[in-house]
């Protein structure tokens, strides 16, 4: 059993027994509430003063019992809070009230359910790009090496809505799930789809099948690591060279080359220009290898002049300080928009 709690039941037990044998002594002897409270405590800590009054024969055999039943809750109640002590308990009970108040203060955040080889990749890589999140776990063994990591998590079953309300689900940006079971991962999203019906869910697939039933549980998007692992490893053989630049270009440790995505947000001063007169290549030094247009479509090695709309999704390329000016001038330019909206009406008003 868990100390904390241990020590709980001990702490009522001891409370029980103070007001039985108050009780009893009233009763029995027909003393006062203070005699008779002062009567039980020293019989229940065993300090060995004399009685308060005489005992008569019903009133020794009541003490007896009380001393029996006194001894052991003490006893028990000891245990408990030297376990608490020598292992750290207070400690870890400090520490987790820490966490969890940082739990439910997160908002736009991602709620990861489980943490195995995927769960573990995928955590490693929110954590480097800054993105909140938080672990739902249930396994004792894997939330040592969740600690370990220093990142947000939280014990319990993810397919219940009390755990994935704890962890915020009302207030986040999306859910992953990746537990190793693909049952679970259809009633995961199936719960979470209820409890968020704006939620982007992303769910692993092991199984053929599995990729429909989650869709048709609420999964906006599914994957398989085997049948990504396996391609991947098909194009090593067939494509080295592509296979090498994408991994340069997509993992996090690389500083020299970053491939990243841009939205272009509603009211944008570039909605409406192509990418010629946008200026991103002259301004910055990116290269824009595709469109991902509003209504889903995705345009590849788009034209110069393709048009660009609110809601659209820049897929470009460069190193992380051009990117990162490039993402400055969008926002930059929205703030442009809002000035001359703004002086625009103030005219009209005058």
């Not at 400090?94 to 997160?106: Q, S």
Request: glycine share 8%; with cysteine.
């Amino acid at each position: 059993m868990d100390p904390v709690r241990r020590l709980k039941i001990s702490i009522v037990i001891l409370l029980l027994l103070l007001t039985l044998g108050t009780t009893g002594y009233i009763v029995v002897e027909g003393w006062g509430l203070l005699d008779a409270l002062y009567m039980t405590v020293i019989t229940l800590a065993t300090i060995g003063f004399r009685e308060v009054h005489d005992l008569t024969d019903q009133g020794r055999l009541f003490t007896m019992v009380l001393i029996v039943f006194g001894v052991s809750t003490l006893g028990y109640l000891v245990s408990s809070m030297a376990q608490i002590m020598f292992e750290g308990q207070i400690q870890r009970i400090i520490g987790r009230k820490k966490v969890e108040k940082k739990i439910d203060a997160l908002r736009d955040h991602y709620i990861i359910c489980g943490f195995g080889r995927i769960g573990s990749m995928i955590c490693r890589e929110l954590a480097a790009n800054d993105v909140p999140f938080v672990i739902v776990e249930h396994n004792t063994e894997v939330l040592e090496a969740i600690e370990d990591e220093r990142y947000l998590w939280m014990k319990g079953d993810a397919t219940q809505d009390d755990t994935l309300i704890h962890a915020g689900i009302e207030q986040a940006t999306g859910l992953i799930s990746v537990v190793s079971s693909d049952s679970e991962n259809v009633y995961i999203t199936l719960t979470a789809r209820g409890l968020n019906p704006n939620l982007y869910i992303l769910a692993r697939s092991g199984e053929d099948g599995t990729e429909l039933k989650l869709k048709r549980a609420g999964a906006n998007k599914v994957v398989s690591p085997y049948a990504i692992g396996g391609m991947r490893m098909a194009q090593s053989i067939l494509r080295p060279n592509v296979v090498d630049f994408i991994e340069i270009a997509t993992a996090s440790e690389h500083l020299d080359l970053q491939m990243e995505e841009i939205s272009i947000p509603n009211d944008s001063d570039f909605a409406g220009h192509t990418l010629v007169t946008s200026e991103f290549r002259k301004q910055t030094g990116v290269i824009i290898v595709g469109i991902k247009k509003s209504y889903g479509h995705m345009i590849f090695n788009p034209n110069p002049h393709d048009k660009l709309d609110e809601g659209d999704t820049l897929i470009v390329l460069g190193d992380p300080a051009s990117v990162d000016k490039l993402e400055e001038l969008v926002k930059h330019r929205i703030t442009l928009g809002h000035t001359a909206h703004r002086k625009k009406e103030t005219t009209k008003d005058a």
